[in-house]
């Protein structure tokens, strides 16, 4: 449960906040030790930024970050983004609060945090009808035909399995027809054997 907020913020378990360009720099010296493909490393860069690369002022970076395949490119949006943040991380500047209304974040953007998904209306929904609709079951369920008779679950099953296949010759043995002498199992043959 904890993997998908650790590639946000690595220091997840120490329970601190670092400016996402301190795990950022310390990884890309890692890459550089234990290579890994480009595209890896990009989508960790960009988990780790995840806040910072969704304001506007960050677009031309977003868009290097997403061409570029180098290590020199990653390097260089990196400290694009620390020399933009690091005044008003250190407090020289004052980083203003309406800047950030649209994401509801608590914390200013350059600094590692987890990502919270939230659930667009229509998933919303449908989880509330699902709720009503257990809710309202009865606890066996009930299983209709097409012509709304009841049925058992099994014979549901074949119904579709028949449907899938319409063409299919289907072998009818009624029960109680021709039955064998020596046993109660339908005669397939009309073939006498005798020992």
């Known amino acids: 449960m904890s993997a998908e907020g650790n590639l946000y913020n690595p220091y997840i378990f120490e329970a601190s906040y670092p400016p996402s360009w301190e795990p950022a720099l310390e990884y890309l010296d890692l890459v550089e030790r234990y290579p890994a493909p480009p595209s890896y490393i990009r989508g960790h860069l960009f988990?780790?930024?995840?806040?910072?690369?969704?304001l506007a002022e960050n677009k031309e970076e977003r868009e290097n970050?997403?061409?570029?395949?180098?290590?020199?490119?990653f390097r260089n949006v990196v400290y694009a983004l620390?020399?933009?943040?690091?005044?008003?991380?250190?407090?020289?500047?004052?980083?203003?609060?309406?800047?950030?209304?649209?994401?509801?974040l608590k914390?200013?953007?350059?600094?590692?945090?987890?990502?919270?998904?939230?659930?667009?209306?229509?998933?919303?929904?449908?989880?509330?009808l699902e709720k009503i609709e257990t809710q309202s079951e009865t606890v066996k369920r009930k299983f209709?035909?097409?012509?709304?008779?009841?049925?058992?679950?099994?014979?549901?099953?074949?119904?579709?399995r028949?449907?899938?296949?319409?063409?299919?010759p289907t072998i009818v043995v009624k029960r109680g027809s021709d039955l064998c002498c020596d046993c109660p199992n339908p005669v397939?043959?009309?073939?006498?054997?005798?020992?």
């Open 47 to 54: 988990k780790l930024f995840q806040h910072t690369l969704c």
């Open 65 to 73: 970050l997403a061409r570029n395949s180098t290590m020199e490119s």
């Open 144 to 160: 209709k035909d097409e012509e709304g008779n009841e049925i058992s679950r099994k014979r549901l099953k074949k119904l579709k």
């Open 107 to 128: 914390l200013p953007p350059w600094l590692c945090q987890s990502y919270v998904r939230h659930f667009s209306e229509e998933n919303i929904q449908k989880l509330e």
């Open 162 to 168: 028949i449907a899938r296949r319409p063409n299919r």
């Open 188 to 195: 397939v043959c009309k073939i006498s054997f005798q020992a």
């Open 82 to 104: 620390r020399d933009r943040y690091l005044p008003y991380h250190e407090g020289r500047l004052i980083w203003q609060e309406e800047t950030i209304s649209d994401y509801n």
